[in-house]
């Protein structure tokens, strides 16, 4: 997905860096989309989230800097492990380093807390 030119080679590559931790880390498939949404954000994000490759195993994260909006769309997989609260306290890292100018920062802390939250918990088996 785009990083917009808001963010720079090396931001990209950073988020990028994240990006592969965290889908190892949760075993989801995570997308940055950053640059103006389509229209409304909320239905702009979930339709980026249709359009990937196996959306109910992703989780989408769509910033508009212009429109100053921050959505997260989880697909049906993720969300047996990831719930709304989660996803709020996620987005709510994400624009509080955005407030502060620090937009590939954001980025990476609520991807990674996303994936934190989102990785299968372990269980066992009484045999």
Known sequence: MPAGEHLSASDRAALDLTIRKAEQLCRSEFSVFVGKSVGEPRPFAVDLHRSLVAPD???LVMVDPTARAVEVVTGTDVRRTLDDARVE?????MVSSFRDGDLVGGLRRGVQQLAEHAKPQNTLHAG
Do not use: N
């Not at 306290?89 to 890292?93: G, S």
């Open 57 to 59: 195993r992703s989780i």
């Open 89 to 93: 306290l996620a987005v709510a890292t």
